[in-house]
């Protein structure tokens, strides 16, 4: 059983106005007859329009986020990787350590005699 519809079913314009390259607005979702033609629309008609708005902006977001997790992505990659030149280039100057340098550790503790235990 369907319920009816008390009200008109508002126009889901946001004022944006500009559609993407697959002749979508932006703003709504609507493509360009459903915009041109809603006022003419059935109620029924208007409906899945508004359905097909709301599939079409939460795709457009997760594509949206999906490409601005690649490129966060991309430029911590991109700081790993100079971070990891900068030691390079730190170690080239240095030289190679001596075979004393290269054992310690820095997380070695100090020696401590067993006389000077309390």
Same mark, same amino acid.
């Given at each position: 059983?369907? %319920?009816? +519809?008390? !009200?008109?079913?508002?126009?889901?314009?946001?004022?944006?106005?500009?559609?993407?390259?697959?002749? !979508?607005?932006?703003?709504?979702?609507?493509?360009? /007859?459903? =915009? !041109?033609?809603?006022?003419?629309?059935? +109620?029924?008609?208007?409906?899945?329009?508004? +359905?097909?708005?709301?599939?079409?902006?939460?795709?457009?977001?997760?594509?949206?986020? =999906? @490409?601005?997790? @690649?490129?966060?992505?991309?430029?911590? %990659?991109? %700081?790993?990787?100079?971070?990891? @030149?900068?030691?390079?280039?730190?170690? /080239?100057?240095?030289?190679?350590?001596?075979?004393?340098?290269? %054992?310690?550790?820095? !997380?070695?503790?100090?020696?401590? @005699?067993?006389?000077?235990?309390?």
């Amino acid at each position: 059983m369907y %319920q009816i +519809e008390a !009200f008109a079913i508002k126009n889901p314009c946001r004022g944006v106005c500009e559609s993407n390259n697959a002749g !979508f607005c932006k703003g709504c979702g609507r493509n360009r /007859d459903e =915009r !041109f033609y809603w006022g003419q629309l059935p +109620e029924y008609k208007k409906r899945r329009i508004l +359905e097909l708005c709301s599939l079409r902006l939460h795709k457009w977001q997760l594509l949206q986020n =999906r @490409a601005a997790r @690649a490129l966060q992505l991309r430029k911590s %990659q991109n %700081q790993v990787e100079e971070l990891l @030149a900068v030691q390079q280039n730190l170690l /080239d100057e240095q030289g190679s350590p001596t075979t004393d340098q290269s %054992q310690r550790s820095i !997380f070695s503790l100090p020696q401590i @005699a067993p006389e000077n235990m309390e």
